[in-house]
């Protein structure tokens, strides 16, 4: 059974990679929602990294313009849910996530510290891509409380860049 | 009429304020008397002092030195042979400031038949019950700033000229009114072309400082220590004002007992800061080592000119002071950031003149380990923690310019919390401190630290053990 599994998953990556672009050092990989970009310093949606973005923590003056709470289960279970059966191919995994001014999750991507190339990461953007559309749609969410002196300064603002969760996924702690 | 009246009062006070050993007996003829009334000219400050306190002990300060250099025998010798050799001090446009364990006095030393600029400054210790001084000379082969300020800075205010190096000092406006002498510490610049090339901030104490005009003074014969008569220090009599309310009160004692000049919400709003801290568990422990060593901050005061550079808050290192901006600066975060900065100085014994930039870097690293700690505790989901970090975290800077990078970092953070959680001592060496310092100053764009130097080079790592303190032991921070 764990062969038909891996049979499957195999021949879907090369599908996949039929879709896959590539160049020296970044490839574009769809999936079955978003298309991906990977890079050394990521695997994202090229289209969210035009944005402009506040980040999380923020600095003294942004302070002033917004407060974020959180609530709900936390992204790194979730990205362990998702991503437990493939620990020791993925390693240590940084997922990213930004979140709009109503606290909804509108973007998430992963970084790999170790990284091993282009290639060997897409019979993988399946997965992230499910592990992206679920926290987004139902694992995580955040409250945005923008302040009056927020409201003047957000508009040019997409949303937050908030703070990184880094699992091992090899450890059983996060 | 009544006003001019009392100016002719005040102007006559100040008259009879010379201070001095003018003594017809001790020194013989009138003439002998008149040069020593020249020699030692000095108008007390007195009352119109911005600042309650600080320039009557200036006063004392000043009268303690003339006083106890009267006490020679051969003065009348002395003050001829200085006069010859260094000029004439010019007593009124002295700097008096007070350190962790002494006060200090910069007397300008002007000699129009050598050169129109400041070129000695004559030093006085005053520590104990002993007087400890020195004429130091401008060495014209200097070439840093760190070595020349203090004499362009006297031929700025005290002769109202500009220095021939170009160099100039913020905030303040060219006059004969030098700036307050409790401003110890002084931003520099140079204006070529019409650009501003800032020239860093300059702090008139800092022991050790490594140019021999601080720290101890060298030996000399003709400069020897004199013990001061009794009653003469400035700092017997209560010059600085009890204080009521700070040195009783538990809280504002766990980080200082000099709140004298700070108003009662001031404290108030102090009392709030330090609370937040004991809240950070690993923060508190660091105040607890500091407390159980001894180890608190000499002063805390309010010091308006600071809003001018931008700065809500300062930590002095020399005089071992936290002044705020204002009220509104008196904040968790600003106090988070300069206790670091307190614990820094005391695990190097003071000595952190010059290293700013590794100051920096070594504190933005500890918070964003604190509360990296905190956010992880809560799961990742508690972003309230975040509420009191000091500053940005130190890739923000790096964030669009170099994401690789910046990710490396939070990498790296996780990394130390993973360590600290198992209870494990994590070491942050000479080396990271010094990757993350020349990534931090390719990118930030603050202008100030741009500037500095980010070498960690004799600078006594303080990280470490901080760290260590939040996870030793039966309490860890971090689990």
């Given amino acids: 059974m764990k062969r038909l599994f891996l049979a499957i998953f195999v021949s879907c990556a090369f599908a996949v990679l039929a879709f896959a672009q590539a160049s020296n050092d970044t490839l574009m990989v769809k999936g079955k929602y978003h298309t991906y970009l990977i890079t050394k310093v990521g695997i994202y949606r090229p289209e969210n990294r035009l944005k402009k973005i506040l980040i999380f923590p923020p600095d003294r003056e942004e302070s002033r313009w917004y407060k974020v709470s959180g609530s709900g289960a936390p992204v790194g279970i979730e990205a362990k849910k998702f991503l437990k059966p493939y620990a020791k191919e993925l390693g240590e995994i940084g997922v990213y996530y930004c979140a709009d001014f109503k606290g909804n999750i509108y973007d998430v991507y992963y970084y790999f510290p170790n990284f091993q190339g282009c290639q060997y990461y897409v019979p993988f953007i399946d997965i992230l891509d499910e592990l992206a559309f679920s926290i987004m749609k139902n694992v995580h969410s955040i409250t945005v409380t923008v302040t009056p002196e927020g409201e003047k300064h957000i508009s040019a603002y997409e949303g937050i860049k908030l703070i990184p969760t880094f699992i091992n996924l090899e450890k059983d702690e996060d | ?479």
């Fill in chain 2, 1 to 479: 009429m009544k006003k001019l009246s009392i100016h002719y009062v005040v102007i006559g006070i100040l008259l009879s304020c010379l201070v001095g050993c003018v003594n017809e007996d001790d020194v013989g003829g009138i003439s002998d008397r008149d040069e020593l009334e020249q020699f030692f000219s000095y108008h007390s400050k007195g009352s119109s002092a911005s600042r309650e306190g600080s320039c009557n002990l200036s006063d004392k300060g000043i009268s303690c030195v003339i006083n106890t250099l009267c006490t020679r025998e051969d003065i009348l010798r002395f003050v001829r042979m200085f006069k010859v050799d260094y000029g004439q001090p010019l007593w009124d446009k002295s700097i008096f400031i007070s350190c962790e364990d002494r006060y200090v006095l910069y007397v300008p030393v002007v000699n129009k038949t050598v050169s129109r600029e400041i070129q000695t400054i004559w030093t006085f210790h005053i520590k104990g019950d002993t007087l400890s001084h020195y004429p130091f000379t401008r060495n014209p082969a200097t070439q840093y700033v760190e070595e020349y300020w203090k004499y362009d800075y006297f031929t700025t205010y005290a002769l109202s000229i500009e220095p021939s190096s170009g160099l100039k000092f913020y905030n303040y406006s060219r006059s004969t009114t030098p700036p307050p002498p409790e401003v110890e510490c002084i931003h520099a610049y140079v204006e070529i072309g019409g650009e501003i090339y800032d020239k860093g901030v300059h702090c008139w104490w800092n022991k050790d400082g490594g140019r021999g005009d601080n720290g101890e003074l060298p030996p000399d014969g003709n400069f020897p220590d004199q013990p001061i008569p009794p009653g003469e220090n400035p700092g017997d009599g209560g010059a600085t004002p009890a204080d009521p309310n700070g040195t009783s009160d538990p809280v504002v004692s766990k980080i200082t007992s000099n709140v004298s000049t700070l108003t009662e919400r001031q404290i108030q709003k102090l009392k709030e800061a330090i609370e937040v801290m004991e809240d950070i568990c690993m923060v508190d422990a660091l105040m607890g080592e500091m407390r159980r060593l001894g180890k608190e901050i000499s002063k805390v005061n309010i010091d308006t000119k600071m809003s001018v550079e931008g700065a809500d808050a300062c930590y002095n290192p020399g005089s071992n002071t936290l002044s705020f901006a204002g009220e509104e600066q008196i904040t968790p975060k600003s106090l988070l950031h300069e206790y670091f900065h307190f614990y820094q100085t005391q695990k190097n014994n003071g000595n952190v003149a010059g290293k700013n930039g590794v100051l920096e870097i070594e504190r933005n690293i500890y918070y964003d380990i604190v509360f990296a700690c905190l956010f992880k505790q809560s799961g990742g989901t508690d972003y309230s923690v975040w509420t009191y970090q000091p500053d940005n975290m130190l890739n923000t800077c790096m964030n669009q310019s170099d994401p690789g990078n910046s990710q490396k970092y939070e990498k790296w953070l996780s990394a130390i919390y993973s360590e600290l959680k198992a209870g494990n001592t994590v070491t942050i060496t000479k080396e990271d401190l010094e990757y993350w310092g020349k990534l931090f100053k390719e990118h930030t764009t603050n202008s100030i630290y741009q500037g500095y130097d980010f070498m960690v080079g004799s600078y006594t790592i303080a990280i470490n053990d901080a760290l260590r303190l939040g996870v030793k032991g039966v309490q860890n921070c971090v689990k």
